[in-house]
């Protein structure tokens, strides 16, 4: 199969929200192209489709649209020089019921074996704090048109994501865990307030007041790199704009620039991801996200994913453990969830696995290993719940093993001055703040 016609794999699976659940979903939806394409390189050596996500340019590609919430360095300035307050915009952004906008993506670069990378997404997107949101989803074909289109549903109510993909006549629906579907219903816009909040969290300045899309706004800018903590990448870059209505204080246009280099031979990726043409406090009704499937598309059936709870994370990592000998790098990348790390491992575990799926056709392996391993994705589906709960969370897989009985493998905020942990030995306890800066310092800090 062609890199380009694999983009409608991944693209079917994503909720395409501009938001922290964007970032879940691409991260879960996209790591076994990635570690595929592992194969179809040189043994040194990641796509939005099966193009970018069997490249290394993933990890970055991922991170253009992350919307992770800095942990470190919270800046409460109320003000700039015009008097608009990013807290007041915030707030506002909250109350609103419904409104829509659009965003483009761009991913570019080279890939590990030096060949160009070019990608181009957009989305049209109606978000309802009472219905849930809809998303019209294109991946553009380089060579002009459209490679892809996609439908795609979340809707809290019916504890559901629907995704809806015309051209294979397919549709699937995922059900959804109760705290997922609860949490949505909470998040009250957070898509984009999630990006005002990160903003807020960073270091930034004024632009002062211009016309953006025949608006006068005024602009807010960050270069700190903390804006994207995680991945690992060298040399990152990052280039944040956003322009408010001086009028409504609601946000008009949002711009991010990033790039770093992605390989030790210093090769850069680099994407831009644009938020615009936003319609605040628009009219919805019920019917708009009541999905059209006519009657002759084929339902496929989505694994139920893990509900983002202590004790399924609990399980991924052991899972993940027994699998391989120890426990993932990083607690919010999937792609060290696929079955292409485990096949050759050496543990019992796996070898049960590995003769478990033995004269399985392919498609009889795939669903196989989807629901054998399902529970690694309670790692990072966690993770993220915790960083969008601002818990400052922080994780040391890296370093802690199976066998370190007493460090600290993961570890988060639960009142001002306690924190949960999970320790090596899958054992989890509280302790204050105090107790947990001495047993930090028997670990070599890593915060993914």
């Known amino acids: 199969m062609k890199p380009a016609d694999k983009i409608e794999n991944i693209v079917?699976?994503?909720?395409?929200?501009?938001?922290?659940?964007?970032?879940?979903?691409?991260?879960?939806?996209?790591s076994k192209a990635?570690?595929?394409?592992?194969?179809?390189?040189?043994p040194s050596q990641h796509n939005i489709g099966r193009i970018i996500m069997k490249s290394p340019l993933i990890k970055i590609a991922i991170a253009a649209v992350v919307i992770i919430a800095c942990v470190i360095g919270l800046s409460l300035w109320r003000t700039t020089g015009s008097g608009i307050a990013l807290a007041d915009v915030l707030a506002r952004v909250e109350n609103v019921k419904a409104f829509r906008y659009k965003w483009i993506l761009k991913i570019y670069g080279d890939e590990a074996a030096g060949k160009p990378v070019n990608v181009e997404m957009r989305a049209a997107v109606l978000e309802s704090q009472e219905h849930g949101s809809k998303s019209s989803v294109e991946v553009l074909d380089p060579n002009g048109g459209v490679r892809t289109s996609t439908e795609v549903y979340r809707l809290p109510q019916k504890k559901a994501i629907i995704r809806i993909t015309p051209k294979q006549k397919k549709y699937e629906r995922e059900e959804i865990d109760d705290a997922i579907a609860e949490q949505w219903q909470k998040q009250n816009n957070m898509d984009t307030g999630a990006l005002v909040k990160k903003i807020m969290k960073c270091k930034y300045e004024?632009?002062?007041?211009?016309?953006?899309?025949?608006?006068?706004?005024?602009?807010f800018r960050t270069t700190d790199p903390n804006y994207k903590r995680g991945g690992g990448f060298k040399n990152l870059q990052v280039d944040v704009k956003m322009w408010v209505d001086v009028k409504t204080q609601l946000p008009v246009r949002y711009e991010e620039v990033t790039s770093a280099d992605f390989d030790r031979n210093g090769n850069r990726m680099n994407q831009q991801f644009v938020i615009y043409g936003y319609q605040w406090d628009v009219p919805v009704d019920a019917s708009a996200f009541a999905p059209v499937i006519p009657d002759?598309?084929?339902?496929?059936?989505a694994p139920k994913k893990p509900a983002p709870t202590e004790e399924n994370a609990i399980k991924g990592l052991k899972l993940y453990a027994d699998l391989s000998g120890h426990y993932p790098k990083h607690a919010n990348w999937t792609s060290e969830y696929q079955w292409s790390l485990f096949e050759k491992s050496e543990t019992s575990a796996a070898k049960r696995l590995q003769e478990d799926i033995k004269g399985l056709t392919e498609e009889e392996k795939a669903n196989k290993l989807r629901d054998a391993l399902l529970p690694l994705h309670g790692i990072g589906i966690f993770y993220a719940s915790l960083v969008r709960n601002a818990k400052e969370p922080a994780y040391y897989g890296e370093t802690v093993t199976p066998k370190d009985a007493d460090k600290v493998l993961m570890r988060w905020k639960v009142s001002d001055n306690e924190y949960r942990i999970i320790f090596g030995d899958m054992h989890a306890e509280t302790v204050t703040a105090e107790k947990l800066t001495e047993l930090e310092k028997l670990i070599s800090k890593f915060t993914p």
């Not at 004024?206 to 602009?219: A, F, K, P």
């Not at 002759?296 to 059936?301: P, Q, S």
């Open 206 to 219: 004024s632009l002062g007041r211009s016309i953006v899309d025949g608006v006068e706004s005024e602009g």
């Open 296 to 301: 002759d598309y084929t339902l496929v059936t």
């Open 12 to 30: 079917k699976k994503m909720s395409f929200k501009a938001g922290p659940e964007m970032d879940k979903d691409l991260w879960a939806e996209t």
């Open 34 to 42: 990635q570690n595929e394409f592992r194969k179809t390189l040189a």
